[in-house]
Nanobody, 121 residues
Framework: QVQLVESGGGSVQPGESLRLSCAAS????????MGWYRQAPGKERELVAA???????NYADSVKGRFIISRDNGKNTVYLQMDSLKPEDTAVYYC???????????????WGKGTLVTVSS
C-alpha cells in the first residue's frame, strides 16, 4: 500500500559527503513527519534527524552541524545531506514516515529497508 525506498548509501572516506534520499509511494493521502534513523552493528537504532510537514527539524547531538535534513512535499521525498562523515557514522540508515493512506484508511509509521553507509579510511 505504501512503500519507502532509500537510495544514496555507499562507502566513503572520513571527511567526505553523501546524500541520502527516500521516496514514499503508494496510496498516500498525506505524509506527516519524516525522519532518518540508523543502526550500527551491535547497537540500538537511533534517531538521526526528523522533519515535520512544516519543515521543522530536529537532530541528534552527534550529527548536529554536519547533517541537514530536508523534504520535497510534492515528491513525498526526504533527504539527508551528510557532510564531514566520521567512522562512527557507519550504519544502516532507515527512512521513516508517518503516512495517512487509503485501503485501509489509516495512519501509521512506515519504514524503508535501509541503505548502508560505510565510512572508513
Amino acid at each position: 500500500q505504501v512503500q519507502l525506498v532509500e537510495s544514496g548509501g555507499g562507502s566513503v572516506q572520513p571527511g567526505e559527503s553523501l546524500r541520502l534520499s527516500c521516496a514514499a509511494s503508494g496510496r498516500i493521502v498525506s505524509v506527516n513527519g519524516m525522519g532518518w534513523y540508523r543502526q550500527a552493528p551491535g547497537k540500538e537504532r537511533e534517531l538521526v534527524a526528523a522533519i515535520s510537514s512544516g519543515s521543522r527539524t530536529n537532530y541528534a547531538d552527534s550529527v548536529k552541524g554536519r547533517f541537514i535534513i530536508s523534504r520535497d512535499n510534492g515528491k513525498n521525498t526526504v533527504y539527508l545531506q551528510m557532510d564531514s562523515l566520521k567512522p562512527e557514522d557507519t550504519a544502516v540508515y532507515y527512512c521513516n514516515a508517518k503516512v495517512m493512506s487509503r485501503s485501509p484508511y489509516s495512519e501509521r509509521d512506515y519504514w524503508g529497508k535501509g541503505t548502508l553507509v560505510t565510512v572508513s579510511s
